[in-house]
């Protein structure tokens, strides 16, 4: 059963330039969750999509956008990138009609550097 | 809005010790709680879950956790810490039960097992 997968894991870009992270979810999900991890930090909520919608949004500028593909895939852009932005990009994948315990199943992680 | 608290960014333990991880929340309603643990270059694994029932919770690698709802503590405890255990905790809290999976880390321990 495949788990989560992400990629690129590694990428470095300069300010100013756009980035695209994927996502597969695990088998049998439908819902994917992208988290940013800074250094140091726990990880913070981005967006979640679902049925090819954005269902919620963490506190991140409009810099940061995604979008689900009809097998359940995700993509997260980040547009205009800065310094700040460097960091470990998270995608965790549920189910968004479960059993209600709100487990997510994460990937590895794609670890943007900006230079 | 809820939150999580994680007393001590690193954490130092002898081989075969007991682990105390400690982690407070914030909540204006019945939680759900989450313990994840990162090992380096990785993604977040599940370690153990607490959603409705008993208050003892027993995960993965022989850790377990207990919710106080008096304290608003979910502290994680392993028996006899071993060499594997080094790697980053982190706490999370979810208030919805439903498919709204937004979780809210904490800020990590780092758990160094010496031998």
């Known amino acids: 059963d495949a788990g989560v997968t992400q990629s690129p894991t590694h990428l470095i870009k300069t300010r100013g330039q756009q980035v695209t992270l994927r996502c597969s979810p695990k088998s049998g999900h439908d819902t994917v969750s992208w988290y940013q991890q800074a250094l140091g930090q726990g990880p913070q909520f981005i967006f979640q999509?679902?049925?090819?919608?954005?269902?919620q949004r963490g506190n991140f500028p409009d810099r940061f956008s995604g979008h689900q593909f009809p097998n359940y895939s995700s993509e997260l852009n980040v547009n205009a990138l800065l310094l700040g932005d460097s960091a470990l990009y998270l995608c965790?994948?549920?189910?968004?009609?479960?059993?209600?315990?709100?487990?997510?199943?994460f990937g590895e992680g794609s670890r943007l550097t900006v230079l | 809005a809820q939150s999580v608290t994680q007393l001590g960014s690193h954490v130092s333990v002898s081989e075969g010790a007991l682990v105390l991880l400690r982690c407070n929340y914030s909540s204006s309603v019945p939680p759900y709680l989450f313990w994840y643990v990162q090992y380096p270059n990785q993604g977040l694994q599940l370690l153990l879950k607490y959603t409705t029932g008993a208050t003892l919770v027993k995960g993965i690698n022989g850790f377990e956790a207990e919710f106080k709802k008096s304290e608003t503590s979910f502290h994680l405890t392993k028996p006899s810490a071993h060499m594997s255990d080094a790697a980053e905790y982190f706490c999370?809290?979810?208030?919805?039960?439903?498919?709204?999976?937004?979780?809210?880390f904490g800020s990590g321990t780092q758990l160094t097992v010496l031998p």
């Open positions: 999370a809290v979810t208030l919805f039960s439903g498919s709204a999976r937004q979780l809210t």
């Open positions: 965790a994948s549920s189910l968004f009609v479960g059993t209600g315990t709100g487990e997510l199943f």
């Open positions: 999509y679902y049925e090819e919608e954005e269902r």
